[in-house]
Every structure is written in C-alpha cells, then in structure tokens.
C-alpha cells in the first residue's frame, strides 16, 4: 500500500469547516484513498473513502485531485466533538488486498470554541 | 458497530506472565487484524489473519502469536508479557463486501 502523508496537528473553529489535508503521491491506480477518525480512548471510526471522485457522506466530503496524488476531509461544520485524531490511508479495494493495513500517525485535530 | 467484541477491556498483569486478548465477531468475516496503538506510534498491525489457521506477521510482531481456530474469534498471546507490551490493542475486521476496515474498542494491557 502507498505511503501517506499527514500534518502533524491543525485547529479549526467551531462552526467553521475544518479541511484536513492528505499526500499520497505515490498512489496506484487501484487503490482507494480511506479516511478514519480516533476519538480519545476509542476506537478508530471509518468516515468515508474514495477512488477518484469527490465522496460525501452524513460525516464529511472527501476532494481527491484529479492526479490522485494528493485528498482533503473536510468537516463542513466542525462542532467540539469532532476534535479526535484523523488518519488518512490507502489500500486496494480487491481480493487480494487483505493484507497489511498500516496507519500513520495521522493529524490530530482541535476544534475550538 | 461492526460486532466485535474485544475482552479483557482493561488488565493489569505481572512481567512474565501470559496475556491472551481475544476478539470475537458475529458477522462472518473472513480477515481480522490485531493493532497496538502507543504515544507517537500511531497504529502498528501485530498479525492478521485472512481466515482459519491462516495468520501472518505485522510490523510489530515480536512477543506475540496469534491463533484463528474459528472464523469469529481471533486470540492475541502475549507469551512472557514485558513492560514495553503495556499498550492499547485494538482488533479490527474487513468485511465480506469490501476492504473497509472496522475497529474493536479497544483492550488496555498494562504491565508492571
């Protein structure tokens, strides 16, 4: 699977969208660009992934670039509880792709009020 | 909710001793994966597993083996638990109809 990566923290307003970006420059074309969340001492929620087209679900939108190299989460409207670490991975959708899965350190993001 | 459950939740266990965690699930998957999560580690993958007695390493494999005897539950041993295996161990599933990967809550091993 490619390698991801993520900045380290960011902060975001309450109320406001909070865009969580994410490289993966080295991107294969069948694989499918994955978005989790933490939330302190729980764990990891899956939020939405993606292969080339934008996504969006109840939680949030995923933006890939059209070379793929590189997505943004973004949280339309970023409440407290939206503060948790966000990791951001990529793994091939097929049958053979059971195999290792492997996490970043993510970006922990804080919503403030 | 993805139907797993992980037990202990919580234990506190002597250097030395043996630690099994296990992860049960109800819903039939086929591939299971055992994670540790320390303070600026992120999530490391243990074992996986991809099916019954078909189990293979992560990138943190030392000190710990892993056993699928039946597909719902997937059993963490910790052989001669150390102080560094003091973690936060999550077990994880894929289900049949795609690779979305889903998490257990979490069991948290300290040992002293």
């Known amino acids: 699977d490619a390698k991801t990566t993520q900045p380290t923290s960011m902060d975001c307003a309450e109320g406001r969208a909070a865009n969580l970006p994410c490289n993966h420059s080295?991107?294969?074309?069948?694989?499918?660009v994955y978005w989790y969340r933490q939330i302190h001492s729980q764990g990891p929620q899956y939020i939405i992934h993606g292969l080339k087209n934008n996504e969006t679900n109840e939680m949030a939108s995923l933006i890939i670039t059209e070379d793929r190299k590189s997505s943004t989460l973004i949280l339309p409207h970023a409440t407290l509880r939206d503060t948790a670490v966000y990791y951001c991975?990529?793994?091939?959708?097929?049958?053979?792709?059971?195999?290792?899965?492997?996490f970043g350190p993510g970006t922990s993001l804080s919503v403030i009020p | 909710d993805a139907g797993i459950t992980q037990s202990p939740r919580h234990k506190v266990t002597e250097t030395g001793t043996p630690v099994t965690l296990r992860c049960h699930q109800t819903e039939n998957h086929r591939y299971m994966y055992w994670y540790r999560q320390d303070p600026g580690h992120g999530l490391r993958l243990i074992h996986y597993?991809?099916?019954?007695?078909?189990?293979d390493k992560g990138e943190v494999s030392d000190g710990y083996s892993v056993s699928r005897s039946k597909t719902e539950d997937f059993l963490l041993t910790l052989e001669s638990a150390t102080s560094s295996q003091t973690s936060v161990y999550f077990c994880a599933i894929t289900r049949q109809s795609g690779n979305t990967i889903y998490f257990g809550e979490g069991s948290w091993l300290t040992v002293v």
């Open positions: 080295t991107i294969s074309g069948n694989e499918y």
């Open positions: 597993s991809y099916g019954v007695k078909d189990t």
């Open positions: 991975i990529v793994r091939a959708l097929d049958k053979t792709s059971y195999d290792k899965v492997i």
